[in-house]
């Protein structure tokens, strides 16, 4: 029990990435829409590449969104509007025009019979006028119902009346009537006329949503065994309609049965692969990051973040896929690792979305030159214009990428998607969002950017300011070489703010004992000369573990401490190695070597070189340009003899870059010039 659990406790980091291997291969699967593939891959405007296709089973034919768009649309324009009929209010007018009809028709000046069949003639126009109704307003370019007890009745637009259309038909109603009598009625009769139909809207949309409901999405059937496409023939638009309704339906009809359990299996399987590859890249190229669990987690963690956006997309909002701002990717993994990293994760996700998304080769291809572009174009994120201009030209690709597909397919401009031009620049805006995020990932994930980076380079705070104050002479070689490394990194295209933030913070800890270093002893006084070699040695080896444990303290990113503990690499104390010789001919150089390790980055390589090169300058009596570039040639081939950059990417060619650069610092930094004639 107790070997099990030692066992557990040394393989723990090793346990914890198989854990998170198989919960992101789930969740991935997880988040796949729920239905086959289809095994041809078929685009509009190029040749079938496969044997003749037939169809089988019996399928229906979708119809395309343009045609379901026009019947809609046809359905909206010719929609029926309904109206309600209040039949109170054509009773209320009756009455109104009796009462008023008593007050103008007096029994005094008119016979009972006549005053009988003016109010006849009355009430016929008022039945005549509400047998419709009068309208409140009217939507003259629709289908009129008017619903009267509970029926809908169909009304010719030409017969509604609405209040001043019902003054005239009063008018023309009363054309016999002799013109005493008439004049009365006619102003008894326009006073008293209310509308009494009034727009249903509830009643419309409702009529309008049934209507559009029975549509149909289908239109024809194909036969099983009928011949969908021969070898060769090119996918028009009606071939492709009809091939991508049959992927459709195949896809659906995967999805069942013992089908389901086959195709999660494959899915699984693939995925699983895809995943394989990056741990298998991170632990040969990347062995750093494979062995931090942390940076595996956050690698993981940013494509199950995008593999879940995607796919939330592809199955509510399809048509939005392209605004899923994928070069977000590999933008943040360069500004916290490196490109090639960015690029390979980029790559191995849009090859698990293109499971996922429609028209799976065009997203593949533009997601690939896009996340490419990313790659070669950011850089010194903590410059505010660059994250712009690159996110500018991301965009761009993108939309040339798509107006060439959209050529190749459709043969002209009609059909080309603007809306799809407009996707595109709300990934781009998005994608600015990468500073925020980058922010919050540092929070989180405790990594630096370059941001942080520019923050650290600041002399006027943090362990900076105590080591200017502490140690003078050593703040102001950190300076100095700090200048050389990050013109050697600029140079040869290293991470120049890496490097410089490195060179400023990798003799900090120099501070606890800074008159033990010659760069700090303002007086002849030399405490070395009353210690022994052995002892002498080892304080001056201590700076760098004394370093590492005081930025450590003070919280200094992992990638910063890395140039702390190998800007001497594993080389030897050589002056006090040499005095304990003369004391102890046999003496081993074990107790003279500084601990390491070796640099292991172009980075950690410039800043051993700049180091050593300044450092050793001070011994310099009268330089000349000859003697500047023998001491530089000199210092850096011991480096190498010593083969101290063996686990640096490194070059030959670039490492003759950077002696080149130092020599050129260091010419301008004894300012040689031409001896003038006296």
Known sequence: MAKSLDNFYKNQSLIYKYVLYVISVGLIVFFFPRGGKFKYEFQKGRSW?????????????????????????????????????????????????????????????????????????????????????????????????????????????????????????????????????????????????????????????????????????TRGNIPEGKLVIAKGEVVEAERFNILDSLKSQYESELWKGNNYYFILSGYTILVALVLVMLLLFLKKYRPRIYANNNKVTFIFFNILILVFSTTLVVENFEMYVYAVPLCILPLILKNFFDARLGLFVHVLTVLILGFVVPNSFEYIFLQIIAGIVTILTVSELYKRANLFISVGQITLIYMIGYFAFNIIQEGNLDNLKWVTFGLFLLNGMITLFAQPLIYLYEKIFGLVSDVSLLELSDTNSGLLKELSDKAPGTFHHSLQVANLAEASANEIGANAMLVRVGALYHDIGKMNRPTYFTENQITNVNPHNDLPPKESAKIIIDHVIEGIELARKHNIPDRVIDFLRTHHGTSLVYYFFKKQQELEPEVEEKGFRYPGPIPFSKETAILMMADAVEAASKSLKSPTYSIIDEFVEKIVQGQLKADQFLNADITLKEIEAVKKVLKKKLTNIYHLRVEYPE
């Open 49 to 217: 590449q496969y044997e003749n296709l037939y169809a089988p089973f019996d399928f229906s034919i979708n119809k395309t969104e343009e045609e379901l768009n026009a019947e809609r649309r046809d359905l909206t324009e010719n929609k029926s509007i309904y109206y309600a009929y209040n039949d109170s209010i054509s009773q209320t007018v009756g009455k109104s025009f009796s009462q008023a009809f008593e007050d103008e028709f007096s029994e005094t000046a008119y016979s009972t019979s006549a005053r009988d069949y003016f109010l006849e003639i009355g009430n016929a126009i008022l039945d005549s006028i509400y047998t419709v109704g009068v309208f409140e307003s009217v939507d003259s370019g629709s289908r009129l119902l008017v619903v009267k007890n509970n029926e809908a009745i169909p009304v010719q637009t030409n017969k509604v009346l609405q209040k001043r259309g019902a003054a005239n038909a009063v008018v023309r109603l009363l054309a016999d009537v002799p013109n005493g009598p008439k004049e009365k009625l006619e102003r008894i009769l326009v006073r008293v006329i209310e509308a009494n139909v009034f727009f249903n809207g509830e009643l419309t949309e409702k009529a309008l949503q049934d209507e559009l409901s029975t549509i149909s999405f």
